[in-house]
T-cell receptor, first 114, second 115 residues
Framework: GAGVSQTPSNKVTEKGKYVELRCDPI?????LYWYRQSLGQGPEFLIY????????DSGLPNDRFFAVRPEGSVSTLKIQRTERGDSAVYLC????????????FGPGTRLTVL | AQTVTQSQPEMSVQEAETVTLSCTYD???????LFWYKQPPSRQMILVIR??????QNATENRFSVNFQKAAKSFSLKISDSQLGDTAMYFC????????????FGKGTKLTVNP
């Protein structure tokens, strides 16, 4: 289990509901990233953590999106009042925190909002 | 803002042959990093190769090599001796040195290797 893991693999929810997506980074990696990949597109940056703090959250689309990493390991991406446009694959990546280090990706969570 | 353009939505190649995927980018930065990632149907992004902009020598990883033209802002990926397992989406990505650690991705090229 050396890789980045994400749960759930798939999530189907109804418009207006709240969802949480979880990311377990590679052990010892201090940096963690969230990206969103819409159908037919490349991943788009959402937020980057260095340790427990969000070093860059400029990619979060609006205040319905929030992410935490309270102990500097596992991270949770939280989406309130989901909309159909939130449907996408949410990818998590981690790195050892050195500048411009390689980011290792998890398999993603496919979120479908009905 | 940086942008990455992949002008080939789909490509195909015969097994054992060579294929080149194109990528161009736009930035005002002088120091940055470029990457090619592979995404098979399993969805997991896998790093294929990376290039530091300050290095003039093109990066090589086994059957994968890049042609980095800094002045032209071009970063193409060459796959030699294509294998069936190379079938995947390929994404070109950019990262600024010294700034946010975020990757900026292109839209991807779907590569199919035919037997």
């Amino acid at each position: 289990g050396a890789g980045v893991s994400q749960t759930p693999s798939n999530k189907v929810t109804e418009k207006g509901k709240y969802v949480e997506l979880r990311c377990d980074p590679i052990s010892g990696h201090t940096a963690l990233y969230w990206y969103r990949q819409s159908l037919g597109q490349g991943p788009e940056f959402l937020i980057y953590f260095q340790g427990t703090g969000a070093a860059d959250d400029s990619g979060l689309p609006n205040d319905r999106f929030f992410a935490v990493r309270p102990e500097g390991s596992v991270s949770t991406l939280k989406i309130q009042r989901t909309e159909r446009g939130d449907s996408a694959v949410y990818l998590c990546a981690s790195s050892n925190g050195l500048a411009q280090d390689t980011q290792y990706f998890g398999p993603g969570t496919r979120l479908t909002v009905l | 803002a940086q942008t990455v353009t992949q002008s080939q939505p789909e490509m195909s190649v015969q097994e054992a042959e060579t294929v080149t995927l194109s990528c161009t980018y736009d930035t005002s930065e002088s120091n940055y990093y470029l990457f090619w990632y592979k995404q098979p149907p399993s969805r997991q992004m896998i790093l294929v190769i990376r290039q530091e902009a300050y290095k003039q020598q093109n990066a090589t990883e086994n059957r994968f090599s890049v042609n980095f033209q800094k002045a032209a802002k071009s970063f193409s990926l060459k796959i030699s001796d294509s294998q069936l397992g190379d079938t995947a989406m390929y994404f070109c990505a950019f990262m600024t040195q010294g700034g946010s650690e975020k990757l900026v991705f292109g839209k991807g090229t779907k590569l199919t290797v035919n037997p």
